[in-house]
């Protein structure tokens, strides 16, 4: 199965320590999103996508990328993100799941998506940076373990 992720990591690399590992499982090959050749993408089985979160979504360098993509039929897709609260479902009224915007991009493009994967990020995002951020040293060993083990399921 050919495998690409694409990915945009900005601040501390959460999303890169992720995307590499998964890269690594399913022997795919791991782009930024300034990188991607939209019109090679046909080329891949499963596509990855992923970024950290910033104010409730994800980057949009990632958003804006998925916007140029054409249709793409029967092409399978997976979300990953990180994030200093962690999973991207908060128990506030006014907050949503991370992932909506960009798994409803992606269902318009036509893309099938067989998998979600997320995990606390260090975040020194906008104010955080005044308390010295949260989720200090995440993603840890056990988020990476817990990346592989994913990217494991997705090969099956």
């Not at 409730?56 to 804006?64: A, D, I, P, Q, T």
């Not at 992932?99 to 998998?115: A, C, Q």
Request: with cysteine; charged share 25%; glycine share 8%.
């Amino acid at each position: 199965m050919k495998t690409l992720i694409m990915y945009e990591s900005i601040h501390h690399c959460n999303t890169k320590k992720i995307a590499k590992v998964m890269a690594e499982v399913l022997n795919a090959k791991l782009i930024k999103c300034n990188k991607v050749n939209i019109n090679k993408l046909y080329k891949y089985d499963l596509i990855g996508f992923g970024s950290g979160i910033y104010f409730g979504k994800h980057h949009e360098n990632l958003l804006n990328l998925i916007d140029k993509i054409p249709l793409m039929k029967n092409k399978k897709a997976f979300i990953l993100a990180t994030s200093g609260v962690g999973n991207g479902i908060l128990q506030l009224p006014y907050c949503c799941d991370f992932n909506r915007l960009l798994k409803k991009k992606l269902l318009e493009k036509g893309f099938d998506i067989i998998g979600k994967f997320s995990c606390r990020g260090y975040d020194t995002n906008g104010l955080l940076k005044y308390i010295g951020g949260i989720s200090k040293g995440r993603p840890n060993e056990k988020d990476l373990e817990n990346a592989r083990n994913f990217a494991k399921n997705l090969r099956r």
